[in-house]
């Protein structure tokens, strides 16, 4: 049986010493480059969600814009629409009023030449 004072004991205890500090530090080498590569990889998710979202937020915007733009035009056609209907009817009415006018001033100027001719004779 060995004793701790013996040569071979110690050499053993330093030797399995030495080797759990060489698997001590393999292991934290081992760490250290998940925890660089667990970096690595928040950092592309991020870039990642950064440009989907950036992309989203592009697209929105185009859509709205789109929209308006659409909703502008279906306004702006309505609206040449109803300024036809208008200019339309304006002329209707200027033609009712000119027909009628025609009528009203053949009977003014007639009563003028009466009233004229009444007042001045032949």
Not at 89 to 105: D, H, L, S
Request: net charge neutral; no cysteine; charged share 35%.
């Amino acid at each position: 049986m060995l004793y701790k004072s013996e040569p071979l004991f110690l050499e053993g205890v330093a030797v399995l010493a030495e080797t759990v500090a060489d698997e001590i530090r393999a292991k934290e080498a081992g760490a250290r480059e998940i925890i660089a590569n667990a970096k690595t990889e928040g950092a592309r998710l991020i870039a990642s969600a950064r440009t989907s979202g950036e992309q989203a937020l592009k697209e929105a915007r185009q859509k709205s814009h789109r929209y308006f733009r659409e909703e502008v035009r279906r306004a702006e056609n309505e609206a040449e629409a109803a300024a036809a209907r208008i200019v339309e009817e304006g002329k209707a009415e200027a033609e009712q009023f000119y027909v009628g006018g025609r009528t009203r001033v053949a009977e003014v100027s007639s009563w003028l030449v009466k009233k004229v001719m009444s007042v001045y004779g032949d």
